[in-house]
C-alpha cells in the first residue's frame, strides 16, 4: 500500500514537470501572436494597395471606345473589375487558391 502511494507521487511529480513546459509553449505561443498580427495587416495592406493599383489599371483600359467589351478584356473584367475581386485574386494567386497564368 505504502509502495502504491511512491508511485502515486512520482507520477504526480512527473506531470507537473510537464505542465510546465505546457505553461512555457503557452507564454511563447502567446507572445508570437502580436507579431503575427502585424504581419497580417502588412500583407492585408499590400494586398488593398496592389488591388487599389491593378482596379484602377484595369478600368482604364477597359473604357469602351465603341460601348462593346472586347473578347481579350472579359477575363479582365472577371479578376480585376472590381476592387473587392482584384484583392481576392490577388490573395487567391498569392495563397495557392489560383494560377498565377490564370490571374
Not at 502567446?30 to 495592406?45: D, E, F, H, K, N
Amino acid at each position: 500500500l505504502r509502495i502504491l502511494r511512491v508511485i502515486r507521487i512520482i507520477r504526480l511529480v512527473r506531470v507537473l514537470r510537464l505542465i510546465g513546459e505546457l505553461r512555457t509553449i503557452v507564454i511563447c505561443i502567446a507572445g508570437s501572436l502580436r507579431s503575427l498580427m502585424w504581419t497580417v495587416v502588412l500583407l492585408v495592406l499590400v494586398i488593398y494597395i496592389t488591388g487599389v493599383y491593378l482596379t484602377s489599371t484595369v478600368s482604364d483600359y477597359r473604357q469602351p471606345t465603341d460601348g462593346q467589351m472586347q473578347q481579350e478584356e472579359e477575363p479582365l473584367a472577371q479578376y480585376f473589375g472590381t476592387l473587392f475581386r482584384s484583392c481576392l485574386t490577388l490573395y487567391q494567386a498569392v495563397s495557392g487558391g489560383i494560377s498565377w497564368d490564370i490571374a
